[in-house]
């Protein structure tokens, strides 16, 4: 619960509450601090089990941490009943980068099936290659 709370933010925190309730109540603040968290807690678990019962048993498994967007994603893609690992395997960020890039620099890709040499725009660029200086777009001034 307070894992983000450091030791000197700790010892602030109490030396503080010492000062604001004094040594006589604070042991009477802690108790009723902790009573209303243990309230809140039995309540939200009340909740919980209220909407599981009123939404039937087909959703006995419902986990209302799958409400959080990156759990649910995990969950699916551990569950590949979608297909959604094929989709995944099959693209290929980096091609399609390069093609966006190339198609924005005006540049054609080459394909590793041409065999003449001759450039399309639907293969795999080498990212390993330097371009050439009159492959550059001129430098405008005035438009930056």
Do not use: C, Y
């Amino acid at each position: 619960m307070f894992n983000d709370i450091g030791p000197l933010e700790l010892v602030t925190l109490v030396v503080l509450a010492v000062l604001v309730f004094g040594p006589d109540k604070l042991p009477k603040v802690i108790q009723d601090v902790t009573r209303t968290i243990r309230k809140i807690r039995d309540f939200s678990e009340s909740a919980k089990d209220d909407i599981r019962q009123e939404l039937g048993p087909e959703f006995k498994d419902f986990e209302f941490e799958d409400l959080n967007p990156k759990t649910f994603i995990r969950k699916q893609l551990d569950n590949d009943d979608l297909g959604l690992k094929e989709i995944r395997n099959g693209f290929d960020l980096k091609k399609e980068m390069a093609e966006v890039t190339d198609a924005v620099h005006g540049r054609e890709t080459e394909t590793p099936s041409s065999s003449s040499g001759s450039s399309s725009s639907g293969g795999r660029v080498d990212m390993t290659k330097k371009p050439e200086e009159d492959d550059r777009p001129p430098f405008d001034a005035d438009a930056t």
